[in-house]
């Protein structure tokens, strides 16, 4: 079937008087309302991890129960990224963008009212629906409305909101809990979210989407979530169900199932959500790849390091906190200038650097002992951080560069997904890593035991983040 490329219908409301405030380019304005919902998804994903203790004593609740806070977040966004990034191609990505901040503020607003553990669970999962909402479409709004030239730079400056809200959530979660409730953590979502709501209905422009006529591939939407929810259980509860139990396992044999289920539904439809030719493409596969495994290292970092920091070293929370914002910040920083830099030079060369710096850093940080000081520690995040943000710029734009513009947001769905996936290996992976060495040890954890499995985890991740180099290194020019 012939595809025809939309044009983006300009429209005197999607035109506002904000192109004359501060003489700036609609384009810009587009980069700030798209930016304002990467930087709320992150903060809002990173703070809430930390308010769990707050919550469970609010509630008089169990850990176990309270975890599902974070989890049913975490599973509902990753299967829901590739719909509505297919949805958005055939609506067009604007409404679905629009629509997903509007779910994301009133399920804010409900998480604060909650009086229970299982209505915050319940409205954690509608906020999931407005996050793959905003997540699978701001990408391709970005790739749309920035020209080639620009692109890298673009993608790097909300890379740098999204680091940005990561770095925020912990700290700015802490102040409002401890100065008001753990519900001001949600509450303070609603008029940030209604602004950018105002702001994304009157600066991005109107599409009108590419295949209104092509029917949503409601079985292979349905056959990939429940697919990846299973892997993504399994994975995130392995390190307490058992990696051997039956649980885990079948929930792994039951993913693998669906998964290719899905790929067989799709390799038949006419018109499938996920538009499996893509991956025919060197330069998407690699980038899809490759960003899997920078996020694996990522978060092997963000899972292990704390255990070291608290338990080895006996610091607290609030400074190891501290000490762990020195990955993102740097990544901020870098970022986006990475993505500009990408645009002259393209991505192979910038990638592939990334990736190896991020080996760099993660070996840094193996070498760490019960002895080292906190200057080492920044020294080895610093590193690990430039890497990724040297690193993800330069991808993302490659990734949504190589995909035609009526599968942009297929392709953002894809880069969201890839994310996600990359995150629960990473936890899964270190925390595999470290209860099995913590549990062979004699020693207790906070000494040797813990200094041999934190070592371990980095120098897994290393090892990976090379892998990543040769995958990036292989997309060719």
Not at 158 to 166: D, H, N, P, R, V
Not at 172 to 191: E, H, S
Not at 246 to 259: I, S
Not at 314 to 322: D, E, F, R, T, V
């Amino acid at each position: 079937m012939r595809h025809v490329t939309p044009e983006v219908e300009v429209t005197p409301e999607a035109m506002p008087i904000s192109d004359a405030i501060l003489g700036l380019e609609r384009k810009w304005w587009i980069l700030l309302a798209v930016g304002v919902g990467s930087f709320m998804t992150a903060l809002d994903g990173s703070v809430v991890n930390t308010l769990l203790p707050v919550v469970a004593r609010a509630f008089g609740s169990n850990v176990a129960a309270v975890e599902w806070v974070v989890i049913v977040y975490l599973l509902l966004v990753s299967g829901l990224l590739l719909s509505f990034g297919r949805l958005g191609d055939m609506r067009g990505q604007r409404g679905i963008y629009v629509s997903g901040f509007v779910v994301f503020v009133a399920s804010s607003a409900l998480c604060g009212l909650a009086n229970s553990v299982a209505w915050l669970v319940a409205c954690r999962g509608l906020q999931a629906l407005g996050a793959a909402m905003l997540l699978s479409n701001a990408p391709a709004i970005l790739t749309k409305n920035f020209p080639a030239t620009q692109r890298g730079q673009a993608l790097g400056m909300q890379a740098t909101m999204t680091y940005l809200g990561l770095t925020a959530g912990p700290s700015l979660g802490g102040w409002l809990a401890g100065l008001f409730t753990w519900r001001a953590v949600f509450y303070v979502n609603v008029p940030v979210g209604l602004l950018a709501v105002v702001l994304s209905m009157r600066c991005i422009p109107r599409d009108s989407g590419a295949e209104r006529k092509e029917p949503f591939d409601v079985a292979g939407a349905v056959l990939f979530m429940a697919g990846l929810t299973a892997l993504l259980l399994g994975l995130n509860q392995g390190q307490a169900w058992g990696w051997t139990s039956g649980k885990t396992l079948g929930l792994m044999v039951l993913a693998v199932l669906l998964l290719a289920g899905f790929v067989m539904v799709e390799q038949r439809r006419p018109s499938p959500m996920l538009d499996l030719s893509l991956f025919g493409k060197r330069v998407f596969a690699a980038a899809t790849g490759s960003a899997i495994l920078n996020y694996i290292c990522l978060y092997s970092i963000v899972f292990a390091l704390p255990f070291y920091l608290i338990q080895g070293l006996g610091l607290g929370p609030a400074q190891a906190g501290l000490l762990l914002t020195a990955q993102p910040l740097v990544m901020a920083i870098a970022a986006p200038l990475s993505g500009a830099l990408s645009d002259r030079i393209g991505s192979r060369v910038l990638s592939t650097l990334g990736m190896l710096i991020l080996a760099s850093g993660l070996f840094v940080l193996s070498r760490l002992t019960l002895e080292s000081p906190t200057g080492h520690v920044a020294l080895g995040l610093a590193v690990a951080g430039l890497g990724t943000g040297i690193f993800i710029s330069p991808n993302t734009s490659a990734l949504m560069g190589s995909a035609p513009r009526q599968r942009q947001g297929i392709a953002a769905g894809i880069l969201a997904t890839a994310r996600n996936v990359g995150m629960v290996l990473g936890v899964g992976i270190a925390g595999a890593i470290l209860t099995t060495i913590l549990a062979g040890g004699s020693a207790p954890s906070g000494s040797a035991a813990l200094v041999a499995a934190m070592r371990a985890v980095m120098l897994t991740a290393c090892g990976i983040a090379v892998l990543g180099a040769f995958v990036s290194a292989a997309r060719g020019r």
